[in-house]
């Protein structure tokens, strides 16, 4: 396995291989048996671009013949950051294809985050698209290049590229044979991203054998099938949208992929209805949007099978209308990058669709929930939820302190949330980490309360999660200023930006405090500044509702 990469012990791959978890084919390879299924039948549909299964491998082997020829080679990394576009496909499988690793960037990703995967991976490429929204990802290519020297030594552009960048697009190169590239699928096939809760987010690596189970287990689950029409309305670099069940295990049943030009309900429920869309993977957020849109209601849903939400955990009141109002299945997704993926089952009776939040979705998952001494809990009494299996890491990428805190001597990885299990299924309760989960989106306290810190006027800061109605979870600022000094959130929302962080990982509210609550220990007590943000909602909302 890959440098830097922890790999299964030999007595449990050898069983994952036994009871055909671990398939020993590539992520290309799960493809093409698609391809001589399916042929000429859609595989990704894209506005008015429809582009069949054949088509699709046609473009991916060019692209990779063009890849390989501009230098890159087996087990080296790249950063890929494309937002929702076929690009994004063909690129991620010709990567795949000739052995290069891609390190699977969100669009949101800014010269902080992205200068830390490129540095981190020693990845030698970066893939960005042009200008979108009005943000020129190729001046982002060129500051990190920049930054970091010759380690970076191409970037591709999905568009018209800057002197000295390469253009992604391979025109008419011809098509060359790549199976002696072909990697090995016990080998690391691409690496995501980790919620970050400890600083800048850490690199998941997923092997060919790992990912493929992955996909076609939450696939199963959620019953995808050759007539079945994927919503891929979230980023496609997102492990949801990619894998859980996503693109990749809609391609390996044989299904269409429709990639969605935005999230609003109106372009939403359009393409349900003109594509006969069977599955969608939604969260939070979008979910109240769409419920809440009167255009819902205007469109033929009737092909729509099964809403599943991931990210976050979806109130059982606003499952329940998934159900009355777009006239579906609801799927709730509970699970992690790093592996674990729970699922509720479509014939699950209603206190379990409505409550819980799934069980593994492989029968040798192993789960345990455990105390904060790493004692196993009897069913029903809340602790942390550990796992290990066919598809969930075994560590890190070259990150042994993270790797010593993060899974146990027995090789069972804690996820950092707090459930309830009862038989297989488990039920969310909290977090352990400090981490804020805004409709999905994983910000790190710490993070940026570093950069905060920054601030000339800002003597210290503690950032706690505060309950929203639609995100869930946002950003709260309990900042102390220095003396004579103030601060407004402006100020402080336009300082960070500076930074080029995420949009995403800006405070929505800031606090003025005097000092924070401690602990005997002398550590700050969040729960208590969380606590307070809480009260201070409610009071603002009693206060408006009696005006």
């Known amino acids: 396995m890959l440098e830097g990469c922890v790999p299964w012990p030999p007595e449990l791959a050898a069983r994952y291989r036994q009871k055909g978890y671990w398939e020993d084919i590539t992520l290309r390879e799960m493809l093409d048996a698609s391809v001589q299924r399916c042929g000429d039948k859609p595989a990704l549909v894209f506005g008015e671009r429809r582009i069949s299964y054949r088509q699709l491998l046609l473009e991916i082997d060019r692209l990779a013949a063009h890849l390989h020829e501009a230098g890159l080679r087996p087990a080296e990394r790249v950063v890929l950051q494309l937002p929702n576009m076929p690009e994004f496909v063909t690129t991620f499988f010709a990567l795949v294809t000739i052995g290069v690793i891609p390190v699977l960037a969100l ?66 190169a011809a098509i060359v044979s790549t199976a002696a590239l072909r990697p090995d699928p016990a080998e690391v096939a691409l690496m995501l991203l980790s919620g970050g809760t400890t600083g800048l987010p850490k690199l998941i690596p997923r092997t060919h054998n790992d990912y493929i189970c992955n996909c076609k287990a939450s696939g199963r689950v959620a019953g995808l099938d050759t007539t079945s029409v994927f919503l891929a309305v979230l980023p496609l670099a997102h492990n949801y949208t990619l894998a859980s069940p996503g693109i990749l295990a809609t391609l390996a049943y044989g299904g269409t992929v429709v990639i969605a ?35 819902a209601g205007e469109h033929d849903l009737s092909s729509l099978r099964v809403l599943i939400n991931g990210g976050a955990r979806l109130a059982p009141q606003l ?30 009776p209603d206190e379990l669709v409505l409550n819980s ?123 102390i200023p220095k003396t004579g000094r103030s601060i407004t959130l402006p100020q402080l929302t336009d300082f960070l930006m500076q930074q080029q962080i995420a949009k995403f990982k800006l405070p929505e509210r800031l606090e003025l405090i005097d000092r924070f609550p401690l602990s005997p220990a002398g550590k700050v007590l969040r729960r208590s500044l969380r606590a307070r943000i809480e009260q201070q909602l409610a009071q603002e909302c009693n206060q408006a509702a009696a005006q």
């Open 107 to 172: 669009p949101a990703h800014r010269h902080t985050e992205i200068s830390h995967f490129v540095k981190h991976s020693g990845a030698v490429a970066y893939f960005v698209p042009g200008i979108v929204r009005d943000f020129d990802y190729r001046g982002l290519a060129e500051e990190v290049r920049r930054q970091l020297g010759p380690q970076l030594r191409s970037v591709f552009v999905a568009g018209t590229p800057l002197p000295g960048q390469l253009a992604l697009q391979a025109g008419g």
């Open 261 to 295: 030009p935005g999230t609003s309900a109106e372009i939403v429920m359009a393409l349900i209805e003109r594509e006969r869309v069977t599955h969608v993977a939604a969260a939070v957020p979008l979910v109240v949007k769409w419920l809440q849109a009167r255009s």
């Open 319 to 348: 499952r329940r209308r998934v159900r009355e109002q777009l006239g579906c299945q609801f799927q709730e997704d509970f699970g992690t990058g790093e592996g674990l993926l729970n699922m509720t089952r479509l014939d699950d």
């Open 357 to 479: 939040s799934g069980a593994p979705v492989c029968a040798d998952d192993e789960i345990r929930v455990i105390d904060d001494l790493g004692k196993e809990l009897a069913d029903g009494e809340p602790g942390e939820l550990v796992c290990r299996g066919p598809y969930t890491i075994r560590g890190y990428y070259k990150a042994p302190q993270a790797n010593a805190a993060a899974f146990t001597d027995d090789g069972f990885y804690r996820m950092g949330d707090v459930v309830r299990k009862v038989g297989r299924y488990v039920y969310a309760v909290g977090r352990k980490k400090d981490l804020i989960n805004r409709g999905g989106e994983k910000i790190s306290a710490e993070e940026v309360e570093n950069m905060v810190l920054g601030h000339p006027a800002v003597d210290n800061v503690c950032i706690v999660a505060m309950p929203d109605p639609v995100y869930g979870e946002r950003a709260c600022a309990f900042v």
